[in-house]
């Protein structure tokens, strides 16, 4: 089933007959090109300076929040500076207890992937493994766990959790296309058994990077497994897909005809100016109609100036995502990509975002 202009697409795959007993209180869905949560518009009647917030979803790259190295090589690398050594458990942990100041502060989307993100904020090799799929497509049980964590906290504090199915750093961990597909099965169907209400899926971070081992992973047939979630169906229910391009580029046609919504990334935008024309041009594409288009990454900052890439975005009337890394020389303090993350709004730069984002949008409430 498509979405269409003036549509709404409830996640009732969510609410009836949730596995374990799990009853969800946060219900995502689309009307037109806004977002609602509990079938009222996120941000309801709210504006900030002229601009209409309402419907909107600001969010935040939390991607590594399931995040555990599988490479014995390597996962020494991410060891906690005071404890010498890398643990999931305390990742996660610490990753829970931050959500709330988060929500405090107007966040109310997190993208949090099933492969993760560079732990280095940006890396030409990634030879650690991070990957929630076997070399065959299953499901890593304790990868899954942590991540029903996030999303039942999520649904607790009325949040959406994007979850992203695959990276290009770790799809090579998946053997095959066949490998690919049962992957993005296997994941649709535990979300669905499972009886969230708060998820939106990003089949694969950034399709159009040249790094995907996999055909099925890149642009020309991305829509392919869009659609795969899209038609896979739980007691009628089903899952609101889309997937996102790399800094700058925008949607194709295949993609925007299948999407439910379309995910947008300003990394290497440099100018707010291009943002605001990205946004326009996507609506331009062919096969668009009446949707929401998010930034869900974009690592350009100056939230203390009249002019930044979000507040160009929300000129637009798209939402906006902050993605934030660790650059050489830095403490632990900051970055919420590179591991191990300090999960606190604990820098500059995380109180810089939160404290624009809180003047934007009252703070969600």
């Known amino acids: 089933m498509r979405s269409f202009p003036g549509c709404v697409f409830l996640l009732l795959a969510m609410v009836a007959h949730p596995a374990a007993g799990f009853e969800p209180q946060t219900r995502v869905a689309i009307v037109g090109d806004a977002f609602h949560i509990n079938d009222m518009p996120t941000y309801a009647g709210r504006s900030w300076r002229g601009k209409k917030i309402e419907g909107l979803l600001m969010n935040s790259r939390m991607v590594q929040a399931t995040f555990d190295d599988l490479n014995p090589e ?14 999931p458990d305390r990742n996660l942990h610490e990753f829970l207890a931050a959500m709330p100041q988060w929500r405090e502060q107007g966040l109310l989307a997190i993208t949090v992937n099933l492969q993760g993100g ?7 090799d ?52 066949t490998a690919v597909i049962a992957a993005t099965d296997a994941a649709t169907n535990w979300l669905l058994q499972r009886g969230f209400g708060n998820v939106l899926v990003e089949v694969n971070n950034e399709c159009n990077v040249k790094a995907y081992d996999h055909a099925i992973l890149r642009p020309e047939r991305i829509h392919e497994l869009i659609d795969r979630v899209r038609t896979t169906q739980w007691e009628g229910r089903r899952l609101l897909v889309g997937t996102s391009y790399g800094g700058g580029a925008v949607p194709k046609p295949n993609v925007v005809q299948s999407s439910d919504f379309l995910l947008l990334h300003g990394n ?6 291009r943002i605001a024309e990205m ?12 949707m929401p288009i998010l ?6 900052f100056d939230f203390d100036r009249p002019e930044n890439n979000f507040l ?13 890394y660790r650059m050489p020389g830095e403490g632990f303090d900051e970055g919420y990509q590179s591991v191990p993350v300090n999960w606190a709004i604990s820098s500059d730069r995380k109180r810089g975002f939160f404290g624009l984002l809180n003047e934007i949008t009252a703070g969600g409430n």
Do not use: C
């Open 118 to 124: 560079s732990p280095q904020g940006y890396s030409k």
């Open 74 to 87: 390597t996962r020494d690398r991410w060891a906690y500076p005071d404890t010498q050594a890398w643990d």
């Open 268 to 273: 290497g935008v440099k100018q707010p100016a």
């Open 126 to 177: 990634q030879p650690w493994h991070n990957s929630a799929f076997t070399e065959t497509g299953e499901l890593r049980p304790d990868f899954l766990a942590r991540l029903e964590q996030v999303i039942t906290k999520a649904d607790e504090l009325g949040m959406v959790v994007i979850v992203g199915y695959f990276y290009f750093g770790q799809d090579q961990r998946l053997r095959d296309e």
């Open 312 to 324: 160009a975005a929300i000129g637009e009337y798209a939402s906006w995502g902050y993605f934030d």
């Open 295 to 300: 930034f869900n990454e974009d690592d350009h």
């Open 279 to 290: 946004v326009r041009q996507t609506r331009a594409v062919p096969g668009y109609r009446p």
